[in-house]
């Protein structure tokens, strides 16, 4: 159901001895979206995650998992959901499928004959006699993955899934994760990969110091980046017109003679490259310029100074 909220936390605290942990968090997820955990190593990720998961009691606050209270239904609640926290556990002298067995066991799930499509899901053929300890890295991963949907969960809580992972493994679980998206899943990861995560996330929730700064869409990401597409064309009339003509959405900003700057989510450079050889324009630069998310994300925990 399109706006539904599949997690609610509100004021949550956790204390550590001296070390406050969590103060006073609070941050909504909506069905059907992957959102990015963003925060610097002990800005309170994992220690979120780890309550979510069962494994640390919150001081104080209140947790719902689609209509459950958490802790106080917990069974419930951790039936709808998969995770993986800081690493996959699995047993390396057992094979894939042994390892899957297992986890739906300890679920009480009963889905056993589901077992060969899920390993195939997550991008693993060929492996039925295979044991952990031969894998490589990335395929632990993908098991690891597989592992968190041995009970057909409707939410998806990952703590730094492409972790140690070379480009080519990152890709490999990035599709994994956008094709379980797009059948239904919501997804809450965090990651210190912010290049990664911007190619994935549709909203973001920034945490630092125990605190939540920013929640916010992608979007939202992006107007507050202010990403733009930078033109230097020879008719930057002709072009304006062009551009605000077939796309009303978008803001253009003249800076000088022949530069444009061209505000939208919705228009690409090549787009833009298209209208300008339609119309006989030349252009001497077409680029995207404005902040990526690691100068958003340094620029929110600093206050907005850098």
Do not use: W
């Amino acid at each position: 159901m399109e706006n539904e909220s599949i997690l609610e936390i509100q004021g949550l605290n956790k204390t550590y001895g001296s070390l406050q942990a969590l103060k006073d968090v609070s941050f909504t997820l909506t069905r059907g979206k992957i959102y990015g955990f963003i925060g610097e190593n002990g800005a309170g990720k994992t220690t979120c995650i780890r309550i979510l998961a069962g494994l640390t009691r919150p001081d104080s606050g209140r947790v719902r998992v689609l209509g459950k209270d958490y802790p106080q239904k917990a069974k419930e609640a951790r039936a709808r959901m998969g995770f993986m926290v800081e690493r996959p556990i699995y047993y390396d002298n057992l094979t894939a499928a042994q390892n899957l067995d297992l986890q739906m066991q300890l679920y009480g799930a009963h889905y056993q004959a589901e077992i060969p499509q899920l390993i195939e899901r997550v991008g693993l053929k060929n492996i039925e006699k295979r044991k952990l300890k031969d894998f490589s890295l990335g395929m632990k991963q993908r098991l690891g993955i597989a592992m968190t949907l041995a009970n057909k969960p409707d939410l998806l809580v990952l703590d730094e899934p492409v972790n140690g992972l070379d480009p080519v493994g990152m890709v490999d679980v990035r599709h994994i994760l956008q094709k379980l998206n797009q059948e239904g899943m919501t997804i809450f990861l965090s990651s210190h990969i912010l290049a990664e995560l911007y190619q994935l996330a549709s909203d973001y929730i920034v945490i630092h110091q125990g605190q939540i700064l920013r929640c916010l869409s992608l979007a939202e990401l992006n107007e507050a980046c202010q990403k733009n597409i930078n033109v230097i064309a020879s008719d930057t009339d002709l072009l304006q017109q062009q551009v605000e003509t077939q796309f009303p959405e978008a803001r253009v900003v003249r800076e000088g003679a022949h530069t444009l700057k061209i505000f939208s989510e919705h228009v690409e450079p090549g787009q833009i490259g298209r209208i300008a050889a339609n119309n006989q324009i030349i252009l001497s630069k077409l680029s995207y310029e404005g902040d990526d998310l690691e100068s958003f994300y340094i620029k929110t925990i600093s206050g907005g100074q850098q």
